[in-house]
């Protein structure tokens, strides 16, 4: 039978096992919030190529069609039948997307004026926002703060699985 440590080798152990337990936390925290860093570069990441594809789509639908008011109806409808709010046109959407309506008609209206530019003295009209980009930043932040959630988060669909059968 071994002999009991003596007191000042049981000190020891117990500062060392102490450092080992403080060790074990610091590594669970820098993982934590590694993994935190990681999934906000992926959401960040993700968000990026949506508003690429619906302000890229918006504009190639913006520069194909000359007429503005038709251009800006396509650009919407193009927008709300991606995220699946629509099947055929605006029409569909109920009133609770007016609010929606207001803040991006001004950013297809950008991307027309982007498109088919006219000389200031030919049009009464008031020019279009400045940059659709930073237009669509705003929109974004305005919808988070009145939904709860990002707008581009829309984009998110769950697809159930699906049994692999083979034949």
Same mark, same amino acid.
């Given at each position: ?7 000042? /080798? $049981? @000190? ?5 096992? /102490? +450092? ?5 936390? /610091? ?8 993994? @935190? ?19 890229? $789509? ?8 000359? #007429? ?13 039948? +991606? ?5 055929? #046109? ?11 309506? #207001? ?6 209206? !950008? ?7 006219? /000389?200031?003295?030919?049009? $009464? ?5 400045? #940059?659709?980009?930073? !237009? ?6 305005? =919808?988070? !703060? ?11 669909? =769950? ?9």
């Amino acid at each position: 039978m071994p002999s009991p440590a003596p007191p000042l /080798a $049981d @000190s020891l152990i117990a500062r060392l096992q /102490a +450092d080992c337990t403080a060790a074990e936390a /610091a590594e669970r925290a820098v993982r934590a919030s590694v993994e @935190s860093q990681l999934k906000e570069a992926e959401r960040l990441r993700a968000f990026a190529w949506r508003r690429l594809s619906a302000l890229g $789509d918006m504009a190639r639908i913006a520069a194909l069609e000359p #007429d503005r008011e038709r251009a800006v109806e396509r650009q919407l409808v193009s927008l709300f039948r +991606d995220i699946g709010w629509i099947e055929n #046109d605006l029409g569909e959407l109920g009133e609770g997307a007016r609010p929606l309506l #207001d803040w991006l008609r001004p950013i297809a209206e !950008a991307l027309h004026a982007e498109a088919h530019p006219v /000389a200031a003295e030919e049009t $009464d009209a008031e020019p279009p926002v400045a #940059d659709p980009i930073a !237009a669509f930043r705003a929109f974004e932040a305005w =919808y988070e !703060a009145e939904r709860g959630q990002p707008f581009l988060q829309v984009f998110e669909r =769950y697809m159930p699985p699906t049994p692999l059968v083979e034949f």
